[in-house]
């Protein structure tokens, strides 16, 4: 159960980065 919590907010954080990257 933790490593789905692990790999969902892994998921969050990369979409999160790429789209402050495709922003700029």
Request: proline share 0%; hydrophobic share 70%; charged share 5%.
């Amino acid at each position: 159960m933790k490593l789905l919590v692990i790999v969902i907010a892994s998921i969050f954080v990369i979409g999160y980065i790429y789209l402050m990257v495709s922003y700029f």
